[in-house]
């Protein structure tokens, strides 16, 4: 799909985890419920292409967060690189909000089902995308999503985005609120180096700080960072596993 990336639609894999796999072209509307150029060419090329892109993806994602709205569907962007616990947090969160209100995921990954089926083990509906060489969601894919997971009016879908700081900040996908995830296994210092991506948060959480006596991570200056890029944005140190700060998670999801 994007030329800077390596991205390509042709790979991706939308599939129902307790279904079939679902690969054809979704271009309607969905109701829920149910010779050698000049050196310097390519250059400029590739940036009107990656305009292009983004333009036509913007205004998938405005009518997709238009119907959802319409249906009281509230999409969550859950963000985040590599290992920070986004999985093993929306596994709790599920189980958490069991009974309160219907949550749906929608789980973004290269390869494989792994992450969907811890999903599904809750009991909890779940839709897996492949993205093949992509590194991130964009509003096609998640339409396709949410057509094959048919979320009911007033639902709640977490959106686990590919695990990757910079091109998922990129590309709207008609989501509600972007929640960034970090852990103190990571460096402090992630805020400064992929500003683009926390500058696009609603919500950062701070995984694992019950790990924060065996490791060296300063909280301050992560979250000093982070403000320096977002002044308003809303912090919570939280551990997916203990349960700290948990609460103040499930009651920041009720105000949307």
Request: aromatic share 4%.
């Amino acid at each position: 799909m994007c030329s800077t990336c390596g991205c390509s639609d042709a790979t991706t894999r939308v599939s129902l985890v307790d279904g079939h796999e679902h690969e054809h072209e979704h271009g309607h509307d969905h109701g829920y419920g149910h010779g050698h150029p000049h050196e310097h060419e390519p250059q400029t090329r590739t940036v009107l292409l990656e305009q292009d892109i983004l333009a036509k993806n913007d205004v998938l994602a405005a009518s997709t967060r238009h119907r959802l709205a319409e249906h009281a569907i509230t999409a969550i962007n859950l963000m985040s690189s590599p290992g920070s616990g986004k999985t093993t947090l929306l596994e709790r969160t599920v189980r958490d909000l069991a009974g309160q209100r219907e949550a749906l995921v929608i789980e973004g990954d290269q390869e494989t089902w792994l992450d969907a089926e811890r999903i599904r083990s809750t009991g909890t509906r779940v839709v897996q995308i492949n993205t093949g060489a992509g590194c991130h969601l964009d509003a096609e894919m998640l339409d396709r999503g949410l057509a094959e997971l048919a979320p009911p009016d007033g639902s709640l879908v977490f959106v686990e985005n590919v695990g990757n700081l910079v091109c998922p900040a990129l590309f709207d996908l008609g989501e509600a609120a972007r929640v960034v995830i970090i852990s103190v296994t990571e460096g402090a210092d992630k805020p400064a180096k992929y500003p683009y991506m926390f500058r696009t948060a609603d919500l950062v959480l701070l995984n694992k700080v019950d790990l924060l006596p065996y490791v060296d991570f300063d909280v301050d200056l992560c979250f000093d960072l982070i403000r320096r890029l977002k002044p308003d944005v809303e912090l919570l140190p939280v551990s997916a596993t203990r349960g700290d700060g948990l609460d103040a998670w499930h009651s920041w999801l009720a105000e949307r």
